[in-house]
């Protein structure tokens, strides 16, 4: 697996930037991030796109990376209130052109992105998921005891 190194791929102009970094300059990278976890986690595990999104277009193509959800941020600051609607509405035409849903697009991204069943990957994450269960169970029930018996 290689190193996601974010500042080396970032476009020179925005490397030396003051402060944080947000909107489109990380969208490449936020794409990269999402078919990345995708190939790595089991198709069930849902996956929120976010990073430059600020079109219809540019959540589909998160949607085609594997990301179940997109969410919205810097381009509100930009384009205010009206945002969501816009790309609601920019979305739905794309997705009428092409005959197509968000399900379906979703689905196939995931499809095409996801680890076989199979994987062993998979079964480890299931096993470690199952462990770190139980151990937030015991957790909560001994945060139980506490609150009911105090000292």
């Not at 697996?1 to 930037?17: K, N």
């Not at 594997?66 to 919205?72: D, E, F, I, K, R």
């Amino acid at each position: 697996m290689r190193p996601l190194l974010a500042h080396t791929r970032l476009h020179p102009a925005y490397r030396t930037e003051q402060g944080g970094l947000s909107g489109a300059p990380l969208q490449n990278l936020a794409l990269d991030a999402v078919r990345s976890l995708r190939k790595r986690l089991p198709a069930e595990v849902l996956i929120i796109g976010c990073g430059g999104i600020s079109s219809g277009a540019d959540a589909l193509a998160f949607a085609r990376a594997g990301a179940s959800y997109v969410q919205l941020y810097t381009v509100f600051g930009y384009d205010g209130a009206g945002t969501c609607r816009r790309i609601k509405d920019e979305l739905t035409q794309e997705l009428v052109r092409s005959g197509t849903t968000w399900r379906a697009v979703v689905e196939q991204g995931v499809r095409e992105n996801a680890p076989s069943q199979g994987s062993v990957g998979m079964q480890q994450l299931v096993r470690q998921a199952e462990e770190l269960r139980g151990l937030l169970d015991e957790l909560a029930e001994r945060m139980d005891e506490d609150v009911l018996s105090p000292p």
